[in-house]
């Protein structure tokens, strides 16, 4: 007979506003099969769980339910306190009247019965419920990380040093990311290149990293400690093993007429190439989509290449054998490991996406990123501000702030949250290295709330003499040589125009793209701006819904990189954590077949999309065959339960989520149902 | 008409991962919506047997919403596709039994569109609200 004590959370104010949690207690009470029904202020406290654990002792209970807020809330908080009075967890339920029901209804009546419906299904459900034991499974001691960017830098370094292996993959042919891009960073005014650049070679050297570039992952498959992962590492045409670095094959490719990706499409690059001088690893790639030999025999539909075409980097390679290699194909490598960390980081939108400031048509209307780029030394114009349209140095220069960020109609809603202080930091490089230039900003807000951003914004104004506005740019037209900036000056309350030689627009962090495909591989969600989704904004900001799948840096959400940093070595810790043990503990939420009713269709067997479902064999005493029927194994099995729908014969079943729990929880939303003897 | 004022049954099977969690979003945002609708959870909506919904109806419910992830982010990869697919014959089945198809319903709400599924609610009810009470069920079974 079963014995269920159901525990009413008035969660402050929260659920008992708008519910009339003595109502509900009552109902609860007449509920068949129902021994205790009692309310409490906070359940989830220390005295409310060991009010629960002191009523299943003196009760006796074989189930609890506990009406409070969602089971992604406290479902283990409460699972845990009946395992220490020694119910078993997966006989506890959560009846989610929070978030469900007092934070959405406002009507106290239509609340109420809400709740008391919602109880009695979770009673009805709970009565079903048996008790289960957690899965161990082994762990594979590597991690995956995605994105050599400062994220990805950080939390391969903080988990190698650790002592475990690490596969770092870089989709482009070095390290460094958009951190490398920069020329300082604020609010030091650190050379980027000099902090980064130690990290990039500490991680190239390090005996615990596995470093993948020019390379993408192409599928994942499998879970939290045994995730099996394909690498595809692009076919580079460089042998590294042999290939020295020393350069000569750089030189002599030819044209230089490929716009640079590093340099946001200020310079150009040649086909064969190393993204910057400090790149790692130094070792060129061969971009296949502009090399000569290539394209030429793309163009005359041929796939073998012709040495005639081309071949300088070959005869300029000094290096026996060659290190140049025209033969090398896409190769697919199979890792396995047992956490991953994502750290794909940002793109910019690009100032062709802005009809009113000139859809990318002016040259001299540039974006934050390639202004680093003139301002860096390694850059296009080694380190001097110049204009792009004729080289000139700019008298003055106008920097536009939420260029698509907080413009809804934009279709960008949020705050890309560095603008404000990588602008700053720009109107100070510009008065740094052009002493008579004067800068002008246009703001709507100034958000420096970073440690010691709100002092290096007055150093601009202060120190550096950047005129700052209160106001939009309605329009930038070109007239003659100059930029003519029309906007507005709020604190002033005058329209303001200004004929400027450059203007730098701090446009929208966005995610980068094929975060969306990657996002899918491994099963994490993410939101309409394809930024990745944390498991709770926070308290869990480091890992997904994915066990196994962590996050690092602004793939998660436009951020800096001290937070980059920190939440790369968050989520480091997240995996040294998994890693510290040999077994981890999974939910025994598994699938299971019925031997005896198994018709052997091999339904489910399709179906499972972890092919967790096996063929075994049933024998008789003397070795012969009877029959052979489904198995589904619980290492393997995920808990979906899309066997037990599909099977034909009733045979499959899914532990936590049985057929006869859902039935009787569907029986039981509007009414009582007829008390049957539940053992 | 009289009969707009009535509150409708309507039962929702959600997925643990993605319409639940966007409820529990709509909750933390306090967003409003309708009381008339209770859900039950899921681990993927790949679970949901068609006798569920016909379970559903037979308890007297006037509306069943089917509601998981978006194509391609199912978090078993694939649930939700066998999901949509049995939901689509499925509904066929009641049109030909003369049934309202309105009162078989699918979406995808992300964890992250608690506004979606708020407005989604609010507009189930009414649309249902539209339409009498679901008697027809009892009519075949008696």
């Known amino acids: 007979m079963a014995k269920i004590g159901v525990f009413i959370c008035h969660c402050g104010e929260n659920i008992a506003r708008t519910i009339d949690v003595d109502e509900v207690t009552d109902e609860v009470e007449e509920m068949g099969g129902v021994v205790v029904s009692t309310d409490y202020k906070y359940v989830c406290s220390d005295p409310g769980q060991e009010m629960i654990k002191e009523t299943i002792q003196k009760h006796d209970l074989s189930g609890v339910v506990v009406a409070a807020c969602s089971p992604r809330m406290h479902e283990n908080t409460f699972r845990r306190a009946c395992s220490s009075a020694g119910l078993n967890p997966y006989l506890c339920e959560m009846a989610n009247i929070r978030e469900h029901c007092s934070w959405v209804h406002t009507d106290e009546e239509e609340a109420t019965q809400k709740a008391i419906d919602m109880v009695r299904i979770m009673v009805e459900k709970a009565k079903r419920n048996t008790e289960l034991e957690p899965i161990m499974v082994p762990v594979t001691k590597r991690a995956l990380v995605i994105g050599g960017g400062i994220a990805g830098i950080q939390a391969a370094l903080d988990i190698a040093n650790t002592g475990h292996e690490v596969v770092l993959v870089e989709k482009t042919p070095s390290i460094g990311g958009h951190m490398a891009q920069l020329s300082e960073t604020f609010p030091t005014l650190d050379c980027s290149q000099c902090i980064l650049t130690p990290r990039m070679v500490e991680v190239a050297q390090h005996p615990n990293i596995k470093l993948y570039v020019y390379a993408e992952v192409a599928e994942v498959n499998g879970y939290i400690g045994n995730f099996d992962v394909k690498v595809r590492q692009r076919a580079k045409f460089v042998i590294d093993d042999i290939c020295t670095g020393c350069g000569d094959c750089l030189e002599a490719c030819e044209p230089r007429s490929i716009p640079s990706e590093f340099d946001v499409g200020l310079s150009k690059r040649t086909a064969l190439y190393v993204p910057f001088p400090q790149a790692v690893p130094n070792k060129p790639v061969i971009d296949n989509e502009t090399c000569k030999l290539f394209t030429i025999a793309a163009e005359e539909g041929r796939e073998k290449l012709k040495r005639s075409d081309c071949g300088e980097c070959y005869e300029a390679c000094p290096t026996k054998p060659n290190s140049i290699d025209f033969t090398q194909k896409d190769e697919y490598i199979d890792e396995k490991v047992g956490a991953i960390v994502v750290a794909t980081g940002f793109d910019v939108m690009e100032t062709s996406e802005i009809a009113e400031y000139g859809y990318g048509k002016y040259e001299d209307v540039i974006t934050g990123l390639q202004f680093e780029r003139l301002a860096s030394a390694s850059g296009p114009t080694a380190g001097e501000i110049k204009r792009p349209s004729d080289g000139n140095t700019p008298e003055n220069i106008v920097f536009i702030q939420c260029v698509g960020s907080r413009d809804q109609a934009k279709g960008i809603s949020y705050c890309s949250k560095i603008c404000c202080m990588y602008t700053a930091k720009h109107t100070m490089l510009y008065k740094h290295k052009v002493h008579d230039g004067q800068a002008y900003v246009f703001y709507m807000d100034i958000r420096a709330g970073g440690k010691n951003y709100e002092e290096f914004t007055r150093r601009a104004i202060e120190e550096d003499g950047a005129i700052y506005l209160r106001g939009r740019v309605s329009r930038i037209y070109k007239e003659k040589d100059v930029l003519m900036v029309k906007g507005f000056d709020t604190i002033s309350g005058m329209p303001v125009e200004i004929a400027a030689d450059m203007v730098v627009l701090a446009t929208a962090m966005k995610a980068s793209p094929k975060t969306n495909e990657l996002a899918q591989m491994l099963g994490v969600s993410f939101d309409k701006y394809s930024f990745l989704s944390e498991a709770h904004p926070k308290l869990r900001p480091v890992e997904t819904a994915t066990a196994g799948v962590f996050l690092a840096g602004a793939c998660q959400a436009p951020k800096d990189i001290p937070d980059a940093v920190s939440q790369a070595s968050g989520a480091a810790a997240k995996v040294a954590a998994l890693f510290s043990q040999d077994l981890y503990e999974r939910e025994p939420v598994v699938a299971s077949v019925d031997e005896n009713t198994c018709v052997a269709c091999f339904f489910c067997l399709e179906a499972c999309p972890y092919g967790a479902i096996e063929r075994k064999e049933i024998k008789d005493r003397d070795g012969n065959l009877i029959k052979t029927v489904s198995f589904a194994n619980e290492a393997v099995c995920q808990g979906c339960g899309v066997c037990v729908s599909v099977c034909r014969s009733n045979s499959a079943d899914l532990a936590g989520f049985t057929d006869e729990q859902m039935f009787a929880s569907i029986e039981a939303i509007w009414e009582q149902i007829e008390e049957k003897d539940v053992a | ?142």
């Open chain 2, 1 to 142: 008409m009289a009969k707009k004022n009535w509150n409708p049954k309507i039962v929702a099977f959600v997925c643990n991962w993605c319409t639940y969690a966007g409820a529990d979003l709509a909750g933390t945002s306090r967003l409003k919506y309708d009381a008339n609708i209770r859900l039950l959870r899921v681990p993927c909506t790949g679970r949901i047997d068609t006798l569920f919904i016909v379970k559903a109806f037979e308890q007297g419910a006037d509306c069943v919403l089917v509601s998981g992830c978006h194509p391609g982010d199912c978090h078993y990869d694939a649930g939700n596709y066998h999901a949509r697919r049995r939901w689509i014959i499925f509904r066929e089945l009641m049109s030909f039994l003369g049934i309202d198809d309105r009162r078989l319903q699918f979406s995808s709400v992300s964890a992250a569109e608690g506004v979606k599924w708020a407005k989604l609610i609010n507009g189930l009810v009414d649309e249902i609200r539209s339409i009498d009470p679901f008697k027809e069920y009892q009519r075949l079974t008696s």
